[in-house]
C-alpha cells in the first residue's frame, strides 16, 4: 500500500478526532483501506505524534496563517496541515517535499480549491523558515 494511503486515512482520522469522535477502530467506516506492511505502525505513530504535539503544531499553524486564525481554517484543512506538519517536524521519515505536495493533493481530494494553495503557502513557509530555504522544495 502506498504511503499516501496510508497518509489520507491519518488525516481521516485525524479529523474524525477534532470532531469528536474517538480517531480510533474506524478506518472500515472511513475509507476501503486495509493497512499493508507498515502502514497501521505509521497511523498509529502519526495519530499519537499529532495528539502529542498539537499545541506546537497549531502554534505553527497561527504563526505561518496571520490571514486567518486558526479556529477561522476549515477542519479538514486544519487535520491535513496538522499530519503534514507532525511529519515535518517530529517523524522526519519522508523527505519535506514529498510531506508537502502529499498534502496538497490531499487537499485538492478533500477540501476546497483554493485550499491547496493555502497548505502549500503554510507548508512552504514552514519549510524555508526552518531550513534557511530561499524556495519551497
Not at 14 to 20: A, H, I, P, S
Amino acid at each position: 500500500m502506498a504511503r499516501s494511503t496510508a497518509r489520507a486515512a491519518a488525516m481521516q482520522l485525524v479529523y474524525e478526532k477534532l470532531m469528536g469522535g474517538s480517531g480510533e477502530d474506524t478506518l472500515d467506516a472511513l475509507i476501503a483501506f486495509t493497512p499493508e506492511g507498515d502502514d497501521q505502525a505509521y497511523i498509529d505513530r502519526v495519530l499519537d505524534g499529532v495528539g502529542a504535539h498539537t499545541r506546537e503544531i497549531d502554534d505553527l499553524i497561527a504563526r505561518y496563517s496571520p490571514s486567518r486564525e486558526i479556529d477561522r481554517i476549515a477542519r479538514v484543512d486544519l487535520c491535513i496541515l496538522r499530519v503534514a506538519l507532525y511529519e515535518m517536524r517530529y517523524d522526519q521519515d519522508t523527505p519535506e517535499s514529498v510531506v508537502i505536495n502529499e498534502a496538497v493533493e490531499l487537499a485538492k481530494r478533500f477540501s476546497e480549491p483554493s485550499s491547496a494553495r493555502f497548505i502549500n503557502g503554510v507548508l512552504g513557509a514552514v519549510f524555508r523558515d526552518e531550513n534557511g530555504a530561499d524556495t519551497a522544495p
